[in-house]
């Protein structure tokens, strides 16, 4: 079973620039889709954005234009570059994989599907 080890979550401000790495141990991003969610106190899991195996990025609406997703196959790891930050980003970030595809909308974050990062938090204050 593949491990995904995020990190580079934590504190910032408003308008600041957080990236946020997931490692995944073995072949875990071979041949797969790849994503990050997002779940906050109250809130279902949300896709934040994924990438396809044929390398066609996906965004949620709220972060199109602030956020970017990029893999770096030679280091096994998956990045969420975000910019310009506002409140509405707190939450708790996950990755995951799927060689079958990723769910838009698990309901709950981690989801029961392929493999998944342990989340890390991502506080946005103003």
């Known amino acids: 079973e593949a491990q995904l080890v995020e990190s580079g979550g934590g504190p910032v401000e408003v308008g600041g620039s957080l990236r946020l790495s997931c490692t995944a141990s073995g072949s875990a991003f071979d041949d797969s889709d790849v994503g990050w969610y997002r779940q906050a106190p109250g809130n279902e899991c949300e896709q934040v954005s994924s990438?396809?195996?044929?390398?066609?990025?996906s965004y949620v609406d709220s972060v199109k234009g602030r956020f970017t997703i990029s893999l770096d196959n030679a280091k096994n790891t998956l990045y969420l570059q975000m910019n310009n930050v506002k409140p509405e980003d707190t939450a708790v970030y996950y990755c995951?994989?799927?060689?079958?595809?990723?769910?838009?909308?698990?309901?709950?974050?981690?989801?029961?599907?392929?493999?998944w990062g342990q989340g890390t938090q991502v506080t946005v204050s103003s």
């Open positions: 990438l396809n195996k044929h390398g066609r990025a």
């Open positions: 995951a994989s799927d060689w079958t595809g990723l769910v838009l909308s698990p309901g709950s974050c981690p989801g029961g599907f392929g493999d």
